[in-house]
């Protein structure tokens, strides 16, 4: 599975981005997926998931009610719907994917084995 994000850039505090994951490659198999973010010298942070089966989703408690996930099925695409943006949330934001299994590990960067390239966001003042 290859993974290609899409949708990085410049946003003001409080206004808004959408970043974009396509799936290609051995997509028939059920895949959950993530974002995750991480700043130089960080952990790597979970930010939103998405099981595919059913689209249930899963976020991290600093980013719940400002982000929003979603999936295209058809396009073997995801979706981070970014709103109320903070200077907190600049940093280069990653998708990942898995094959698909219980929600709550979604958070578990440890059960992924598909990265895409990183996209910086930026939040200014």
């Known amino acids: 599975v290859q993974l290609q994000a899409s949708g990085g850039g410049l946003a003001q505090a409080g206004g808004s981005l959408r970043l974009s994951c396509a799936a290609s490659?051995?997509?028939?198999?059920?895949?959950?997926m993530s974002w995750f973010r991480q700043a130089p010298g960080q952990e790597r942070e979970f930010v939103a998931g998405?099981?595919?089966?059913?689209?249930?989703?899963h976020y991290a408690d600093s980013v719940k009610g400002r982000f929003s996930i979603s999936r295209e099925a058809a396009k073997y695409t995801v979706y981070l719907q970014m709103d109320n943006l903070k200077l907190e949330d600049t940093t280069t934001y990653y998708c990942?994917?898995?094959?698909?299994?219980?929600?709550?590990?979604?958070?578990?960067?440890?059960?992924?084995?598909?990265w895409g390239q990183g996209t910086q966001v930026t939040v200014s003042s």
């Open positions: 990942a994917a898995r094959l698909t299994g219980i929600l709550s590990t979604l958070r578990d960067d440890k059960y992924y084995s598909y």
């Open positions: 490659g051995s997509t028939g198999r059920t895949i959950d």
């Open positions: 998405i099981r595919w089966r059913d689209a249930r989703t």
